[in-house]
């Protein structure tokens, strides 16, 4: 595969009869540089920029199997780590500049790279810092993918009813640094490739299995099944998490609630052991993302 084709695949996003082009600022291509005598992509309007735009909404998500990936370091992990579904990468120019070791690897890699005007990053995402990728979406939903993602697993974390998208990403994140072996999100969280989700993970999710649409049941009994103690992180918890070295040292998996209203009745009824972070201060609680890094790396701590 070329990086300088023009059969791209963002092109199959358009499952509609041809239409014609629309009328568009002069074509010109990059003068020097890395990316000299590739052609800018300079019209906003395009039928190509609309449809990566549309990655936003979850239909299309759904509809296509792809999801956008936005700012340098998510596109320079995805690029890393999971070349084989990186679909598409977007520069501007002055972002090739700042970030050629994406450029270098992507081209390397043999990617369909583009380089795009400002105008025409902004219309794709005005989040991107400059640098954009759609990603074609794993398949890791279900009890099998589950249990695949279990295997050997020694450290988990369990999002049972997430629904903010920063808290979700930031939450993989933590998983990540911790040394976590799999993420999973219960039937019902939000949607793991949404783009502040995306973006939270700042490329984290590239590194680690994120399971999705299994009920909190059945992820009970597979977590159960591979061996974990299922630990629940609450305030009302008969266990201090500084004083739980024993709890903690064997393989584990942390149920974590939902933002607001915490960790549900049936999802405390289920675990093997509520435990409590200790606060010195005068703050109520901990937010979701923060007590989770806390857990996740007490648990580290204590099996290393």
Same mark, same amino acid.
């Given at each position: ?16 009869? +041809? ?55 998510? @596109? ?17 120019? %002055? ?5 050629? +070791? ?8 043999? /990617? ?19 640098? /954009? ?15 695949? %993602? ?19 990403? #930031? ?38 299995? @994120? ?44 149920? /974590? ?31 979701? #993302?923060?007590? #989770? ?6 648990? %580290?701590?204590?099996?290393?």
């Amino acid at each position: 595969m070329s990086p300088t084709s023009s059969a791209d695949p963002d092109e199959l996003l358009d499952d509609t009869a +041809e239409q014609p082009a629309a009328r568009g600022p002069r074509r010109r291509t990059v003068g020097e540089g890395p990316a000299a005598g590739h052609e800018v992509l300079n019209n906003p309007g395009s039928a190509r920029i609309s449809r990566v735009a549309g990655l936003s909404r979850r239909n299309a998500r759904t509809k296509h199997r792809r999801f956008l990936v936005e700012g340098p370091q998510g @596109v320079r992990e995805a690029v890393r780590h999971v070349p084989d579904r990186v679909l598409d990468v977007y520069l501007t120019e %002055a972002a090739v500049e700042r970030h050629a +070791e994406i450029w270098d690897e992507a081209v390397a890699a043999q /990617l369909y790279v583009h380089i795009t005007s400002e105008q025409v990053m902004d219309a794709m995402s005005p989040d991107a810092q400059g640098v /954009l990728a759609v990603v074609a979406t794993e398949e890791a939903t279900g009890s099998e993918a589950l249990a695949a %993602a279990l295997d050997g697993a020694r450290l988990v974390a369990v999002l049972t009813q997430a629904q903010d998208p920063g808290n979700a990403g #930031a939450i993989i994140r933590a998983a990540d640094a911790a040394g976590a072996d799999a993420v999973v999100l219960v039937r019902g969280s939000v949607d793991p490739t949404a783009p502040k989700v995306v973006r939270s993970t700042a490329g984290s999710l590239f590194h680690l299995p @994120v399971v999705t649409g299994v009920a909190l049941d059945d992820v009970v009994g597979a977590l159960h099944e591979a061996g974990l103690t299922v630990l629940a992180a609450d305030g009302r918890g008969d266990f201090d998490l500084f004083e739980a070295e024993s709890l903690l040292e064997a393989p584990s998996a942390w149920l /974590l609630g939902n933002e607001a209203r915490g960790l549900p009745a049936e999802a405390l009824s289920r675990a093997d052991a509520v435990v409590s972070i200790p606060v010195y201060g005068k703050a109520e609680s901990l937010n979701v #993302a923060a007590a #989770a890094a806390v857990c996740l790396y007490a648990s %580290a701590r204590a099996q290393a």
